[in-house]
């Protein structure tokens, strides 16, 4: 049994250059972007200081939930994990809907899921399998997640597909909120309802009946030895501060989009989407580095499959209480594409349990081809 004091970091120089400890080294920005943002300083600084400043946040956040995982037992643990794997995220599109910017949520949903999918999943497959001939994982545990991904498409893509037979069409990628009425609107909430239930049962499923497929058990658990106190302590000073983050980003996006000639559709897509999951991204790819293929592939495809299948009903059901009108499922027409194509390529490479370094890199080649057609969107 290994010695917490043991595994417990030094918080030294040494450590802000180990991979756990780098993004730390962002924490100045924190107050800078506050300071920065009541000076009333250039907007697209205050956008880049935020954007930073999230990842330290988003980092204590993921280590305050992996200490208490490591305590709670692997049920508990589990639901800790897929409770607050996206809460960075979540709470920069709750700021984002009470800002009125429904595209830039809506965006931002279709950035993390394919994110996850083709940036997080290829740049594992690559870090991991570089000097391997191949990786392993469990097919059924993959095929499960990769499924409730293809459910998740289905339904993501039935109000737009609705808009389109009412003859209505498709937004625009640089169009700002838009009122499509109350029929699509309702629909939307059925189809979040409908879809919460769902992940509701696939937690039942992964963690209680078929545990063991899900929640892999590793020798050498990374822990610090954090208390339970300390552990609840660091997540609410990390949920205060990535919101106070989210605050001061939304509020700049306006600006820096036209400052910087990017629109909001691709900050959303890329920048918030990227940043708001940075430091969970990391550790896929530092678990894929030590041959921990399941827990890789876990956290990219099952982090895709809980914005599809939670964040984004959530964010629907919250849209009635926040911002100008409810948010309506309907995705423009780059972002129904990516979702479907994201998501029958995460089917295909992940059917044989198989993957290669080659993989990771047709993946993120994939990625960055999505990534030009939102630039020029």
Known sequence: MSDPEASRPRFNASFFRTPAGWPYLLVPLIPLAVALDLAGSSATIVFAASALGIIPTAALMGRATEELAARSG????????????????????LFALGAGLQEVVKASIVGSIIGNILLVLG?????????????TFSRTGVSVQTSMLLLAAAA??????????????LPAPGAEAINYGSTVEQLSLA????????????LFFSLKTHRDIFNPEYEDEDTWGWSTRTSVAALAIAGILVGLMSEVLVGSIDEASHAIGLSEFFI??????????????????LVAMKN????????????????ALFVAPVLVIASFFLGPHPLALVFNGFELGAILLAVLIANYVTQDGESTWFEGVQLLAVYLVFGLAFYFA
Not at 76 to 93: D, K, M, R, S, W
Not at 123 to 133: Q, V
Request: charged share 10%; aromatic share 4%; hydrophobic share 60%.
């Open 74 to 93: 692997p049920g508990i643990g589990g639901l800790l994990n897929v409770t607050f794997g996206n809460a960075p995220e979540l709470i920069i599109a």
């Open 123 to 135: 740049a594992a497959m690559l870090a991991g399998g570089l000097g391997r001939e191949k990786q």
């Open 156 to 169: 993501l893509l039935m109000p737009a597909i609705f808009e389109l037979v009412e003859g209505k069409g």
């Open 191 to 202: 189809v979040a309802v409908v879809l919460i239930v769902t992940y509701v049962i696939g």
């Open 268 to 285: 959303g897509v890329i920048v918030v989407a990227i940043v708001g999951n940075a430091a969970e991204h990391w550790v896929a790819v």
């Open 292 to 307: 921990k293929m399941d827990l890789a592939v876990n956290i990219a495809i099952g982090s895709s499959a809980q914005v």
